[in-house]
């Protein structure tokens, strides 16, 4: 039903993230040169850190400003301050943000602090603040060990908005060491849909390591479906999957 979705394996995590940075900067500078704003989609989780240290680099040493970008996070946890360590803003700012020029008001995530009956309206204020930047211009999106892209966790329709969402025992488990026990590990979370996601007008997909083999499998070649979020990709025109080749390692050669 679906053309297959492109794979592209790499010998590192660094390579890859530099092939995805230079097509981040080239986007930035064309359409900075045509007086257009560039917007990205930010992931958390260590998988994208190789890509934020190369765009760093980029702006450090060839002079990429980012002041022309906006931005906008997948997801954050419900219930941590921002200032929270284990925030996705405090992650945002330790890894990306302090180091390059992008303007503070330019970067945008989910709040973690809000009441149950706050959640709708931020939630839809946060799609209508995608909407009026633009749309995604490019999308970076991690995978979970349930198949989940954002927060998605599995049974989360393809047609799903920006919502607040419970978290899967393995999801809280994986982030349980960072917390210091899964006790501490927040069980809610603000996730953009999967309709949103898949709305960006380019997706790269990043996964490293044997330990996300199977789910990668599972995403490129199995059905679409609701199980594995992240299988959803194989409905868009211009998603990619970059590998390196332990993430790749389940894949049929
Ligand atoms: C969290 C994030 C996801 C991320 C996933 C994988 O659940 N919300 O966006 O893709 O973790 O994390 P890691 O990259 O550390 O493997």
Known sequence: MFRPISVLVFDSPEAACREIAAQIAR???????????????????NTPLPLYQELIRLHREEGLSFQPVVSFNLDEYLGLDPKH?????????????????????????????????????????????????GGIDFQILGIGRTGHIGFNEPGTPI????????????????????FGGIGQVPEQAITMGCGTILEARRIALLAWGEKKADIVRDAVKGPVTDKVSASFLQTHPAASFYLDRGAASALPA
Do not use: W
């Not at 986007?27 to 989780?45: C, D, H, K, P």
């Not at 799903?160 to 960072?178: K, M, Y």
């Open 27 to 45: 986007l930035i500078r064309e359409r900075s040169a045509a007086g257009l704003a560039t917007v990205l989609g930010l992931a958390t989780g």
């Open 159 to 178: 047609d799903s908005r920006t919502q607040s969402i419970h978290l899967d025992e393995i999801t809280r488990q994986d982030a349980a060491p960072a």
């Open 85 to 133: 360590p284990e925030s996705y803003r405090s992650f945002m700012r330790r890894n990306l943000f302090d180091h390059i020029d992008m303007l503070s008001e330019n970067s945008h995530l989910p709040s973690g602090m809000l009441a149950e009956e706050e959640i709708a309206a931020h939630c839809a204020a946060y799609e209508t603040k995608i909407v009026r930047a």
